[in-house]
């Protein structure tokens, strides 16, 4: 009979000491979620200068690397092309928009000017997200030329 009840109380001992540490790891995991730095978007390059580009006629993509050096998940909710040329702008492929970027994961953005006429073109590109710093711009130039201020290849 003492021997059950030694048991009984053993067992008991142990299922509280169990059941204390799940709690205490639930608990831990709250703080460390909760001291977790803001998500923070972090864009290279800051600026895209596409060059002399042929009016009409459409580059080779550029590519914008956006990174989540925060410690939570940032959530980019748009990215947009605005500006006095933003016609001459388009972006070819965006991995941004919608998506939620884990800490320290990236998404990509490519960008292709298609200049209207022969001259300086600027926009900029747009990202609204859920970081503090929110809305990020990255400028973008080219300028267009005429095709034949383009000299012949060999």
């Known amino acids: 009979m003492k021997r059950a009840l030694v048991l009984g109380i053993m067992i008991a001992a142990l299922s509280m000491t169990a059941s204390a540490q799940v709690k205490n790891k639930a608990s831990d995991k709250g703080k460390s979620e909760e001291q977790a730095a803001p998500p923070s978007a972090t864009i290279n ?28 998940n940032l959530y980019i909710n748009s990215a947009i092309l605005e500006g006095d040329n933003k016609e001459d702008f388009a972006i070819s492929h965006d ?8 800490a320290g994961k990236t998404c990509i953005i490519d960008i292709v000017i298609t200049p209207a006429v022969a001259e300086r073109r600027k926009a900029d590109l747009r990202l609204t997200d859920n970081a503090a710093d929110s809305p990020q711009k990255v400028t973008l130039i080219g300028n267009g030329i005429n095709s034949a201020d383009v000299p012949p290849t060999r």
């Open 45 to 72: 390059p800051g600026t895209i200068d596409f060059k002399d580009q042929v009016a009409k006629k459409t580059s080779k993509p550029q590519r914008i690397t956006v990174t989540n050096t925060g410690g939570k």
């Open 95 to 102: 991995t941004c928009t919608g998506s939620t970027i884990a």
